[in-house]
């Protein structure tokens, strides 16, 4: 399984079928972090009609800049740790315990891993061979049209949903957060997409939503009940038409970093 250039085609289907369910009001909300953030993104920009809004968090605007390559430069971490967990999904699917239990011990423990060369040849892969996206990932050094054929910070006129944009000061892809939020809110397509954007971030790391980050307790303004609420608030909003107040609130929320209270503050745009 390649797990980004099917994605938007697949996001658009799945979300029509979704409209046609039995019962189905024809709107479609998504949600979902990280990987599953982007593939919210990559459905948003191919526009399915019934998606009425989207709520990615902790995710990235590009897949080559700032998810696999990091100012030209391999994100190697990222993409040996994330393509092992990805391949040992695919083998335990595939029925094949022993490719699996390798590939997990190799996802568990990446660190040693991080010294092996050339790349070109990493062992798990080459071994397991359920992974080629991995050396398309190297042979695609550059911004090239692999990539750029699947970037949502290049198609944000395109996306007609509205969205709810949730980030972590300490996450590792918190820049594709805020430019996906304002992108789609200065560029989207028809009053829906650039009014109905919306933004919380708080003190979390790509570990949905821990209240601790080292030694510091963040307190209850960062528990994952606050995300859980607004989440639900949204889409009752957007899906339901249930409007308890939320339209009325500024569009950015923000956990201000340096209170030590630890409060949660809310800014507008």
Not at 210 to 230: H, I, K, N
Not at 235 to 242: A, S
Request: glycine residues 12%; proline residues 6%.
């Amino acid at each position: 399984m390649e797990p980004v250039l099917q994605r938007g085609t697949d996001g658009y289907d799945t979300v029509e079928w979704c409209a046609r369910l039995d019962g189905s009001s024809g709107k479609v909300g998504m949600y979902g972090a990280s990987y599953v953030g982007a593939t919210q993104m990559l459905a948003a920009v191919e526009a399915p009609p019934g998606l009425t809004c989207i709520c990615p968090a902790i995710t990235s605007s590009d897949y080559y800049e700032g998810w696999t390559y990091e100012g030209g430069a391999l994100h190697l971490a990222f993409a040996e740790n994330w393509s092992l967990s990805l391949a040992t999904d695919t083998a335990r699917r595939a029925g094949k315990p022993d490719v699996e239990r390798a590939l997990g011990d190799a996802a568990r423990d990446t660190h040693p891993w991080y010294w092996y060369l050339p790349i070109r040849d990493f062992a798990p892969h080459r071994q397991a061979g359920l992974a080629p996206y991995f050396f398309d990932w190297l042979q695609h050094s550059r911004d090239d049209d692999y990539w750029q054929s699947v970037s949502p910070e290049r198609k944000y006129a395109r996306v007609r949903a509205a969205g709810l944009h949730i980030g972590g000061w300490y996450d590792i892809f918190l820049d594709g957060t805020l430019k996906n939020f304002g992108g789609i809110a200065a560029q989207g397509d028809g009053e829906l997409a650039r009014g109905g954007q919306r933004l919380l971030v708080g003190p979390w790391y790509h570990h949905p939503w821990a209240t601790r980050f080292g030694q510091v307790d963040f307190g209850p303004s960062a528990v994952g009940e606050v995300v859980d609420e607004l989440q639900v608030r949204f889409y009752n909003w957007r899906l339901k038409g249930q409007d308890d107040g939320i339209s009325k609130e500024p569009p950015v929320k923000l956990f201000v970093m340096a209170r030590t209270s630890g409060a949660t503050s809310t800014n507008g745009r």
